[in-house]
């Protein structure tokens, strides 16, 4: 049974916003709050740049991949990350080239390191017989800049969603990384770069301390075993975001106070060493908290347990189904706030596993009230599926005081558009 928290979370959306969509637009759909986006975006960005001028957050489009969210991010200077061709193309429509954009894949075709390549992509390569193979792909020659993605295996501890990095299909070794680098001067790359990301939705500022700390001494050994000069280190991603009501938002100075110390004493105060370009490649923590699905209830049900039925279901939104995630939820001006009930929350899919929360103390709902369903501004509509034939719903963007559609629900012609009747 889920701890009984009747206290409130914050919607980062005022409630009349939400209910003059919920009266324009049918439900479920998912909405960003895309004023609060960019602000919190600079607030990130600025933090670091405080210490480190040259500072780039790759955006994970893994997280939120709509043009619309892309486009403001774009504005206030950040990057992206991508992980597939999808990606790649989708940031290229939105105007992103060169370095701006970080291609950080694993078992990859042949056609995403040509794509990455023709855009003037950093590539970020996740093993050593991928230099190779990227060399093979493009014809023969390679790009100027590399990075690798750094797996430190017992060096470094992970958390519960990445878990244990030596269980991790990521990255190099320790033991490959020199090899990975002198393979790639051997290749004709004149510049390099570090990555690691061993951790994922995580709150304590030590995490990250620690990770730059191993990458900047990782850097300082690589610069003297293999020759070579970095210029750029990516700290990876990982910032977690307070899903719960008791947890506390990372603050963003207070880390990169932390990072920038480490970077003092590893990089800057070590004779020979040269100055670095921090980047990090945050997803989560930019758009997460700055969006919910909107759902309405349809149905109740009592058996062993009270259930309330609502016309969103697990292809909206499956990280509670998936992982156990807690995502809060919020009943829209109940009839009775102080009478409260035991609720699983639960979609329609044919998998008992399609629930939002289980057992959990939310005032009474009646059919017909509206629920919102709390952070899921990343990896939200973005592991949609259509398992049972459903669709995946609308997205919106409150911008400006204005509500825009910046993706149309899919319709039954879409879903059997690639068949043949």
Do not use: W
């Amino acid at each position: 049974m889920e701890p009984i928290i009747n206290e409130k979370k914050e919607l980062n959306f005022l409630e009349k916003d939400i209910i003059e969509a919920v009266n324009q637009y049918p439900t479920p759909f998912h909405i960003y709050n895309g004023d609060k986006i960019k602000e919190n975006g600079e607030l990130l960005m600025n933090s670091f740049k405080k210490y480190f001028p040259n500072y780039r957050n790759y955006f994970a489009v893994k997280a939120t991949p709509n043009p619309s969210i892309l486009s403001l991010l774009k504005e206030i200077g950040m990057g992206v990350d991508c992980s597939s061709l999808a990606e790649l193309i989708l940031s290229e429509k939105v105007g992103f080239k060169n370095e701006e954009i970080m291609f950080t894949s694993n078992n990859t075709k042949s056609e995403e390191y040509k794509k990455a390549y023709e855009l003037g992509s950093i590539i970020n390569l996740d093993d050593y017989t991928q230099i190779e193979y990227l060399y093979e792909s493009l014809g023969g020659v390679m790009p100027e800049l590399i990075s690798f993605r750094y797996n430190p295996g017992p060096l470094k501890k992970g958390n519960d969603i990445i878990g244990n990095p030596k269980d991790a299909k990521f990255g190099l070794t320790s033991d490959d990384l020199e090899k990975a680098y002198n393979k790639a001067k051997e290749l004709g790359v004149k510049r390099f770069g570090l990555h690691c990301m061993v951790a994922s939705n995580e709150l304590d500022l030590d995490y990250f301390e620690e990770t730059a700390r191993l990458l900047f001494s990782t850097i300082s050994k690589l610069i003297k075993s293999c020759g070579i000069t970095f210029e750029m280190v990516n700290l990876g991603g990982g910032i977690g975001i307070p899903y719960r009501p008791n947890q506390i938002a990372v603050d963003y100075l207070k880390l990169t106070e932390k990072i920038s110390n480490a970077y003092k004493e590893l990089i800057v105060e070590v004779e020979g060493l040269p100055k670095l370009n921090v980047v990090t490649e945050c997803g989560r923590v930019i758009t997460g908290p700055y969006g919910v699905l909107v759902t309405k209830a349809i149905h109740s049900k009592s058996t062993y347990k009270e259930y309330i039925g609502v016309d969103a279901c697990m292809v909206n939104l499956m990280r509670p189904g998936m992982y156990g995630a807690y995502h809060h939820i919020t009943v829209l001006n109940p009839t009775d706030p102080n009478s409260f009930e035991t609720y699983d929350v639960v979609g329609s899919l044919c998998e008992n596993n399609d629930k939002f929360c289980i057992d959990r103390s939310l005032p009474k709902i009646h059919r017909g009230d509206t629920l919102v369903i709390h952070d899921t501004g990343a990896h939200g509509h973005s592991m949609g599926f259509n398992y049972n034939g459903k669709l995946r719903s609308a997205e919106y963007l409150l911008l400006n005081n204005s509500i825009n559609c910046i993706r149309r629900a899919e319709t039954f012609d879409d879903l059997f558009s690639t068949l043949n009747f």
